[in-house]
């Protein structure tokens, strides 16, 4: 309601309009009383400070006893309190007491990925050969050979019957061209596992190496019995029947290969090369299209490791003996693409072959005889060299697994006669061994080795 109301001092006083509001009564249960009091929830957090503090200061008594009152007022939920008790453990030598309350940290909260880690800590024992094997894989993959050699020699310390660890080491010896000791580390494994393909094929490739070639197929085919679906050995097969020039087997073994990994251009570039020698050629120029094509669809997704300039070299090589130099001129310049960027991405040194063959091509294609490589040969003998001696040598590179594993890598190279006296070398790479567990990602190595295949 309104109500104007005149204030008067002595004189008269304006009048002023406000509003009276009405009072309502409170509602008889609001002016009850609380008979009794809400109860308090406990904080979870509450002693935390306490308990880092303690810890930091490595009074470890009392950081336990702190831990024991977090822990029965929130009904053992504080994962903080579990986390620090945790870690005293471990620092006391109570590995498995450790592990359980980590285990329980990760229950909690299953997303953070520090719990994780100290659940595996809790796990890696210095005398675990297992471990050791592994740790020394995963270190031959990123290439670093030290820490490698140190797990791997740890491992065969303490199990020197570990077959794992030796394939492991004897794939390291076959990469740096140690055959002869690689196959002796082979022959402790073929007594544990002797029906290991990748065993076998790396015992193939390791005679390829020494250029016994009629043991190495023997070997390689008994890999291809005990996994007659493995594409590597498959490409090891047809290698070394290149290098023997035996080109329908050649063939035959690339053809199965590439049922099983038609993404792979080096595989259609070997098939091209033993298609050249069976004088079919134009199945080979499908072959070497299939191939170039495959290889620049690698260097597109940025795999520069995986790009191979000697598809081009070969293709342009086929097409310069077929009288078409424009074609031949165009791969050229794609080979140089390739090696530029292998050698800004890389530290990579290009086989002599390989460079001697460039430089033939590029001088009948009147492009130059100056390529793009800048580092000197290695072997300054190798400009002596006719077209009719051949070499042969296996590289390992590991690709890493919780199993020993090894990449085995070859070339070969088949001389073709160009025009106007230039030569011609269709160069091919180094195929992966067989890993013991198949694995869904491919990695290659750049070539380090090669073998010239004489033609007939």
């Not at 020039?245 to 038609?262: E, V």
Request: glycine letters at 6%; aromatic letters at 8%; a neutral charge.
């Amino acid at each position: 309601m309104e109500r104007e109301i005149s204030i008067r001092n002595g004189s008269l006083a304006p009048s002023f309009l406000f509003h009276e509001r009405t009072q309502f009564p409170a509602s008889a249960k609001s002016q009850k009383p609380w008979l009794k009091k809400a109860p308090e929830f406990p904080i979870l957090e509450k002693l935390n400070w306490l308990i880092h503090l303690h810890y930091i200061r490595k009074d470890y008594e009392a950081c336990k006893a702190v831990i024991r009152e977090q822990l029965q007022e929130t009904q053992g939920l504080c994962e903080y309190a579990i986390y620090v008790q945790a870690l005293i453990f471990r620092l006391e030598g109570n590995i498995q007491e450790s592990l359980e309350l980590f285990q329980t940290c990760a229950v909690l909260s299953p997303q953070c990925a520090d719990n994780l880690k100290q659940v595996a800590r809790s796990l890696f024992s210095p005398e675990n050969t297992e471990l050791l094997t592994t740790l020394g894989l995963l270190y031959l993959q990123l290439g670093i050979y030290q820490k490698a050699f140190e797990h791997l020699g740890n491992a065969l310390t303490y199990d020197p019957t570990n077959y794992k660890a030796i394939l492991a080491a004897g794939s390291m010896m076959q990469t740096h061209g140690d055959f002869d000791v690689a196959l002796t580390k082979y022959r402790v494994v073929a007594c544990a596992v002797p029906e290991s393909p990748p065993l076998w094929n790396n015992i193939g490739m390791c005679f390829f190496g020494k250029k016994k070639y009629v043991a190495a197929i023997s070997c390689l085919k008994r890999a291809n019995y005990l996994a007659p679906f493995d594409w590597k050995i498959l490409y090891n097969l047809g290698l070394v029947h290149l290098t023997m020039q035996q080109y329908a087997s050649a063939f035959h073994f690339l053809s199965a290969a590439i049922s099983f990994q038609p993404r792979m251009g080096e595989l259609y570039m070997l098939l091209a090369v033993a298609l050249t020698n069976l004088e079919d050629t134009e199945n080979a120029r499908r072959a070497y299209a299939a191939a170039v094509r495959l290889d620049n669809v690698s260097a597109i997704d940025s795999v520069c490791h995986r790009c191979n300039p000697l598809v081009n070299l070969n293709y342009a090589v086929l097409l310069y003996n077929q009288g078409e130099k424009g074609g031949a001129l165009a791969q050229y310049q794609q080979m140089e693409k390739k090696v530029n960027l292998l050698k800004d991405s890389s530290s990579l040194e290009f086989d002599s072959e390989m460079v001697e063959m460039a430089q033939k091509l590029g001088a009948a294609l009147q492009v130059g005889e100056a390529l793009v490589w800048t580092k000197p040969v290695k072997d300054p003998k190798s400009k002596h060299r006719t077209t009719s001696t051949s070499k042969a040598a296996g590289v390992q590179q590991p690709l890493g697994s919780n199993q020993a594993l090894g990449q085995a890598m070859s070339s070969a190279a088949a001389f073709r006669k160009l025009p106007s006296g230039a030569g011609g070398t269709p160069l091919l790479t180094k195929p992966p061994s067989l890993p013991l567990e198949p694995e869904s990602t491919e990695q290659a190595c750049p070539p380090e080795a090669s073998a010239q295949i004489r033609e007939k």
